[in-house]
């Protein structure tokens, strides 16, 4: 049984609200997605195994605990890059690896163009970094080629899917925990999320 993980943490609910508005710039919507990703992250992190520590303080000894699992950030092309720079500042550690997938305008398969990931996982978790969840296509198709590679435990973290994407998602891999900040009601006929934020790439690169 997939488990979605939808935010209602109102930070989260107003930086989303501002992050659809057509009035936001490009600059804005770079900031705000990188701030989104920090907290879900923040909550698709929330079961990494620690172990404890001890450390030294000016005044004595504390026991700390420290990160035991290695974790890969893994954006799909274009969108997820600004959702990296966010997941990176929590997790300055991680090994990025890209996936390139661009959605075909005409079919709305998602077409790869890009990947190079090690001959074998290098990570514990990896966590794929996209936007948008729309038909579902290209979540589907980036962790099918990390489970190809080995990956066995996967999680996506988005900002916004639709109903049917998501659906098929869940079904598809039941076994990727989805992390979101909404679910939209449905798609239009060019498969875009109504009502959504637009094209997610255009508006963060300025290329509309
Ligand atoms: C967007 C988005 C997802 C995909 C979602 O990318 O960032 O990757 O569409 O749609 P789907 O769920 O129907 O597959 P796009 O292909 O537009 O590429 P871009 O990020 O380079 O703009
Ligand atoms: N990709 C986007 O950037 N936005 C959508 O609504 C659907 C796919």
Redesign the pocket.
């Known amino acids: 049984m997939a488990q979605v993980f939808l935010s209602t943490h109102p930070l989260v609910q107003h930086k989303l609200a501002l992050l659809r508005d057509e009035r936001t710039d490009p600059k804005k919507f770079r900031e705000l997605v990188r701030e989104i990703s920090i907290l879900l992250v923040y909550e698709a992190t929330a079961d990494l195994q620690t172990e404890p520590i001890l450390v030294q303080t000016p005044l004595g000894r504390a026991e700390g605990r420290r990160l035991l699992e290695k974790v890969g950030l893994v954006p799909?092309?274009?969108?997820g890059l600004v959702m990296v720079e966010g997941a990176w500042q929590m997790l300055p550690g991680a090994e990025v690896w890209h996936i390139g997938?661009?959605?075909d305008e005409r079919t709305?398969q998602?077409v790869e163009y890009y990947s190079r990931l090690p001959v074998s996982p290098t990570v514990d978790v990896c966590l794929v970094l996209?936007?948008?969840?729309?038909?579902?296509?290209?979540?589907v198709a980036a962790v099918d080629i990390l489970k190809r590679w080995g990956a066995r435990r996967i999680k996506f973290v988005g900002i916004i899917a639709a109903w049917p994407?998501l659906n098929r998602f869940t079904q598809t891999h039941p076994d990727v925990p989805v992390y979101l900040a909404a679910v939209d009601d449905h798609l239009n006929e060019a498969?875009y999320i109504v009502p959504g934020l637009g094209?997610?790439?255009?508006r963060m690169f300025g290329t509309g």
Do not use: E, K, V, Y
């Open positions: 799909i092309l274009r969108a997938l661009s959605r709305l998602p996209d936007p948008m969840l729309a038909t579902g296509g290209s979540a994407g498969g094209d997610a790439g255009d």
